[in-house]
């Protein structure tokens, strides 16, 4: 079976090369970059499964860096920066990283995460051999095959961890969902206090239904417990 690549970039050496010794005792291929530009010209020259960026990097921050990814791949982003306020975690996600650490971190937790990105990525992208029905409510329309939705004829642009938060509420409308149960289900990993990271994608999955000027609490803020589909 092929190995996985995974491409870390960081000036930090120390923490690019622990970090690659972990990684490869799980027998994953390392790929390391020492600047944001270097990371970006190996992602357009050989095959990355999964990349860990710094953020605060030469040449090109990491920002920048996942910005021309988004445009040309899909493979799984966790941000791994110094910076640790609550700002640059959304700002993180919200451009596209799938998940987000601080340094310090810890080892095996960083490890743990991989495993389940790649995991989770693998399996979506996986050949169907089964359709699976589209999900209705009124103009919106949840397609699973194709990882599309569509409100009144307008595709939205989902994220992928956004469209597999809408179609696990809305396979189950009314159904309360707490925060924890999100993160397990979609990031298909133990739940590491990273209830901030759920919020998050909420909030941006919400801000691109609000097209729906007729309807625009399709997720609703059940309080104290969590979130349902309100379709």
Known sequence: MKRLSILIADDEKEIADLISILLEKEGYH???????????????????????????MPKMDGYEVIRHIRERHNMP????????????????????ADDY??????????????????????????????HKTNLEFGGL??????????????NIELTPKEFDILHLLASHPKKVYSVENIFQHVWDQA????GNTVMVHIRTLRKKLEKDTRKNTWIKTVWGVGYAFNG
């Open 30 to 56: 390392v790929i390391t970059a020492s600047d944001g530009q270097e990371a970006l010209d190996v992602t357009e020259t050989q095959n990355v499964d999964l990349l860990i960026l710094d953020i605060m």
């Open 77 to 96: 982003v966790i941000f791994l920066s110094a910076k640790t306020s609550d700002f640059d975690k959304v700002h993180g996600l919200v451009i596209g």
């Open 101 to 130: 650490m601080t340094k310090p971190f810890i080892p095996m937790e960083l490890v743990a995460r991989v495993n389940a990105q790649l995991r989770r990525f693998t399996k979506l992208n996986q050949p169907k051999t089964d």
């Open 141 to 154: 329309v949840i397609s699973p095959d194709q990882r599309t939705v569509n409100l009144y004829g307008e």
């Open 191 to 194: 739940y590491f206090e990273s």
